[in-house]
């Protein structure tokens, strides 16, 4: 008699469960609004969301604003919300700031902060026409 254990090839997976206190992760979106273009709030927008852990991206709009999106821990996304408000970068001068509800994720969707630049829009499409 062999006591030997063997694995089935057909066994799944295990996947281990999440501690029970471990810190979800959320999804923010965001608009500011005011003198925030030109005066590098971008810059301190990524240190600011590097310093705290979180992932996504900011960049300029087309409207003078810088928009973005977020991820993390929903106390750390709390901070750069504040920040977002009232802080920002020392040249700029915040009007507003609008926020997205806190949306729960399984995993966060980036590898890390990030500025995205704004694409110059498409030329429009050539028209052709046809002559008999």
């Given at each position: 008699?062999?006591?030997k254990i063997?694995?089935?090839?057909?066994?799944?997976?295990?996947t281990?469960?999440?501690?029970p206190?471990?810190?979800s992760i959320?999804?923010?979106?965001?608009?500011?609004?005011?003198?925030?273009?030109?005066?590098?709030?971008r810059?301190?927008?990524?240190?600011?969301?590097?310093?705290?852990?979180?992932?996504?991206?900011?960049?300029?709009?087309d409207?003078?604003?810088?928009?973005?999106?977020?991820?993390g821990?929903?106390?750390?996304?709390?901070?750069?919300?504040?920040?977002?408000?009232h802080?920002?970068?020392?040249r700029?001068?915040?009007?507003?700031?609008v926020?997205?509800?806190?949306?729960?994720?399984?995993i966060?969707?980036?590898?890390?902060?990030?500025?995205?630049?704004?694409?110059?829009?498409?030329?429009p499409?050539?028209?052709h026409?046809?002559?008999?």
């Open positions: 008699m062999n006591n063997t694995k089935s090839k057909f066994t799944p997976a295990v281990p469960l999440a501690a206190n471990a810190a959320f999804r923010c979106m965001f608009e500011v609004f005011g003198k925030v273009q030109g005066v590098f709030f810059k301190h927008t990524n240190k600011k969301a590097q310093q705290l852990g979180l992932v996504g991206w900011c960049m300029n709009t409207e003078g604003t810088v928009k973005g999106v977020m991820e821990t929903l106390e750390n996304i709390i901070e750069m919300k504040d920040w977002l408000q802080k920002g970068s020392p700029s001068v915040i009007q507003k700031a926020f997205s509800s806190h949306e729960p994720l399984v966060p969707s980036f590898e890390k902060f990030s500025i995205r630049t704004l694409r110059p829009r498409d030329p499409p050539a028209l026409c046809t002559h008999p």
